[in-house]
């Protein structure tokens, strides 16, 4: 009688999401599909496009009517395009975000990096913004970029309501995230400053732990290690998951796998 061992081989067929990228923006028009054939060839099987204004809206719907099936859209009005009439841009933001197209709010938040002029108005359009979310159901990306304490001061007043969401290239420190947990359970997006050398992010990401981490490059920016200061894009993902994997001391298939489940369970299956 002959006998047959068979061995079973692991196959690392990655699937990984982008869940947050601009490749609308005009750093992609002369290689748009290139850069998706790439993501598609490195495991990426779907990005997420998060709004930035309303004057962005046109070739975020281009981007994705070229790639059916391939991107899901976020729409809401980034807090540096808050402005004085942003009373107007919000209800501009609230028509399109109810057309029932989007699997978010977003991009929203605080920046106080570039201008303070309007950080009034900032606070303001976020709690309309997740006033929105609240009512539609839909999650929240949110951008907080220098105002971390005018955010979480925002997030404890009262005057926002509960939501779902990730706050995305969190750079924040450990203490941070337990601040943020104080006040609802969110995801943290993750991109290619955690391969920096002098991010030090280590305690940040071990304290969020995978079972809340989003990987996300927020192409054209803040490309990894070894393309920092050039164009990022999606397909640059599997060096933010291999540097977390490195971190949490897990595998990158492991890391693959459970954002890839995060980023399902917080924007659905689309």
């Not at 007043?157 to 939501?163: I, T």
Request: one cysteine or more; glycine letters at 8%; aromatic letters at 10%.
């Amino acid at each position: 009688m002959a006998w047959y061992i068979i061995i079973a081989v692991e196959k690392n067929d990655p699937k990984m999401i982008d869940t947050h990228t601009h490749i609308y923006l005009e750093e992609f028009d002369e290689d748009r599909v290139e850069v998706v054939r790439r993501a598609r060839e490195a495991g990426v099987e779907r990005v997420i496009l998060p709004n930035v204004d309303f004057d962005t809206v046109q070739a975020m719907h281009a981007t994705n009517d070229l790639f059916p099936g391939y991107c899901r859209m976020a729409m809401g009005l980034h807090p540096t395009s808050v402005s004085a009439d942003y009373r107007e841009r919000l209800g501009q933001v609230r028509e399109l975000l109810f057309s029932g197209e989007y699997c978010a709010v977003g991009e929203i938040g605080l920046d106080l990096y570039w201008d303070k002029t309007y950080a009034e108005e900032q606070k303001e359009a976020f709690v309309v913004q997740t006033g929105w979310a609240a009512e539609s159901g839909l999650p929240v990306i949110i951008h907080c970029r220098e105002a971390f304490d005018e955010i979480l001061a925002l997030l404890q007043s009262g005057r926002v309501p509960a939501f779902r969401g990730v706050f995305h290239s969190f750079t924040g420190s450990a203490e941070q995230v337990r601040l943020l947990r104080g006040t609802g359970d969110y995801y943290f997006g993750i991109n290619g400053i955690v391969t920096f050398k002098n991010a030090h992010l280590e305690d940040m990401v071990r304290e969020v732990g995978i079972g809340r981490i989003l990987l996300e490059t927020d192409a054209p920016y803040l490309a990894p290690v070894p393309y920092r200061g050039k164009r990022n894009e999606p397909s640059y993902l599997p060096y933010m998951a291999k540097r977390i994997a490195e971190i949490l001391d897990i595998t990158t298939a492991e890391v693959e796998e459970a954002t890839t489940a995060n980023a399902v369970r917080l924007f659905g299956e689309g």
